[in-house]
């Protein structure tokens, strides 16, 4: 029997197989990820091929390897060695270059050969063990680590659902089916949100094809280096969060997470665009849409919108993520969640005697920055330590 099997191989789920195997007695024999895609962090990979992101948001240490300085000896090896490897501030890596290192993380810690390929449709309560049923097989591990992120959720305006129903074109981002390399733009291009996807995406149609781009933000777009403010990194901030009651963390991590905000880089490039009359920004909120020759009229509080196609870069629904899986294994370990939905775990991150959280699923605990990297590495600290123990 399996000691740990981690449900999700984005990078939450990765970061874990790997700290586990690195910071613990368990070997490749012991840990397993069951994840549907072809290769471990697919999700990642997608979401950020498709908005042409070129820098991560987040610093050089906040990575999947262990010593927080990988990533820059990394790009130091002279065959990585590149002028163009961060940017300003706090070093952010270049998309190409996390890329790699992930794949040589990967690769070097041969932790492809710990994938399943395959989807937990069910699990059960074993008492001693827990058993989880993919539509091929049904797997025993003492310990199961849900790592689910929030990339299967995109949000869907009900207006654009509506709009897509009458043949226009409209695509999420973060849709499975999207691919911006085979994405044409035959006339103006609106793209919904004001995050760092939508100024990316806004960029890329301009610069990749072209196009005449509306970006409709339903507020000004503010500027903020970071996901979060970055005083969450550290403890202090932490300490007060743990030390609150669980029904008020949801409305600081709310509080603190700068959505709809860009990096000082990305503001700078669209405002150029906007100069240059390449794109047009508005600050507006959609309520209707009319279909017209084959495009659409985007009906706002402040105006009325032609376009041909639409690209919505309105990141994902804010509910607790992983589906009817999580709501058959809340049913089956009787497993307590806050108002928000989201599980109330203890500080190791267990949920369950034999259940571990991290990601999104932790974020009553890990805080503000559970969805992120740095998330993943604080995650993985509290589960190898309990593993210790063990
Ligand atoms: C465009 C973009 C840019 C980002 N940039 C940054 C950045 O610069 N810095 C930063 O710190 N963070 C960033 N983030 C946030 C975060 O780090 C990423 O979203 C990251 O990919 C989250 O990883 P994850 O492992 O939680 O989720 P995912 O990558 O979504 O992986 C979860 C996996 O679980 C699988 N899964 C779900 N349900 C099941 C099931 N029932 N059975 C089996 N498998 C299942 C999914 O298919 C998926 O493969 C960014 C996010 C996006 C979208």
Redesign the pocket.
């Known amino acids: 029997m399996l000691e740990m099997l981690i449900?999700?191989?984005?990078?939450?789920?990765v970061h874990l197989a790997h700290s586990l195997l690195q910071q613990t007695q368990m070997t490749h024999n012991d840990i397993r990820i069951?994840?549907?895609?072809k290769e471990l962090l697919?999700?990642?990979r997608r979401?950020?091929r498709n908005?042409g992101?070129k820098y991560?948001?987040?610093s050089s240490v906040?990575h999947i390897d262990i010593p927080a300085f990988s990533l820059r000896w990394y790009a130091a090896l002279p065959e990585n060695k590149k002028d163009t490897n961060f940017i300003p501030p706090k070093d952010r890596p270049s998309v190409e270059l996390f890329n790699a290192h992930c794949q040589m993380v990967v690769d070097d810690h041969q932790l492809e050969s710990l994938h399943i390929k395959?989807?937990?449709l069910e699990i059960q309560n074993k008492v001693n063990y827990i058993s989880v049923v993919t539509a091929e097989e049904t797997i025993n591990a003492r310990f199961v680590l849900f790592?689910?992120?929030?990339?299967?959720q995109p949000l869907w305006p009900t207006w654009a659902v509506r709009l897509r129903e009458m043949g226009v074109s409209v695509n999420h981002l973060?849709d499975p089916s999207f691919c911006f390399e085979s994405y044409r733009a035959d006339g103006p291009v609106a793209v919904i949100g004001g995050g760092v996807?939508g100024g990316h995406t806004s960029l890329r149609l301009i610069d990749k094809l072209n196009a005449d781009v509306l970006w409709i933000s339903r507020k000004e777009v503010s500027v903020s280096d970071f996901?979060f403010a970055p005083r969450w990194i550290g403890p202090r901030h932490m300490e007060e969060f743990c030390r609150s009651p669980i029904e008020q963390r949801r409305q600081q991590i709310v509080a603190a997470r700068a959505k709809g905000s860009v990096p000082q880089d990305i503001k700078l490039a669209v405002d150029k665009a906007a100069a240059l009359n390449q794109l047009t920004f508005i600050t507006d909120e959609i309520t209707d849409v009319k279909c017209q020759n084959g495009g659409a009229l985007l009906i706002g509080r402040q105006g009325r919108y032609d376009c041909q196609k639409i690209v919505l870069a309105t990141g994902f629904v804010e509910k607790r993520p992983?589906g009817d899986?999580i709501n058959q294994a809340m049913n089956e370990f009787d497993l307590k969640t806050a108002a928000c939905g989201f599980p109330v775990v203890t500080p190791s991150l267990q949920w369950h005697d034999r259940i571990f959280v991290t990601?999104?699923l932790s974020e009553l605990q890990i805080g503000p920055v559970a969805?992120?990297?740095?998330g993943a590495r604080r995650s993985s600290s509290k589960i190898t330590a309990a593993f210790k123990k063990k």
Do not use: K, Q, T, Y
């Open positions: 449900i999700g191989g984005g990078i939450h789920g069951l994840d549907p895609h697919h999700e990642w979401c950020v908005c992101m991560l948001r987040s906040h395959g989807r937990a790592a689910i992120g929030m990339g299967e973060f996807s996901d992983g899986f990601g999104p969805r992120n990297i740095v």
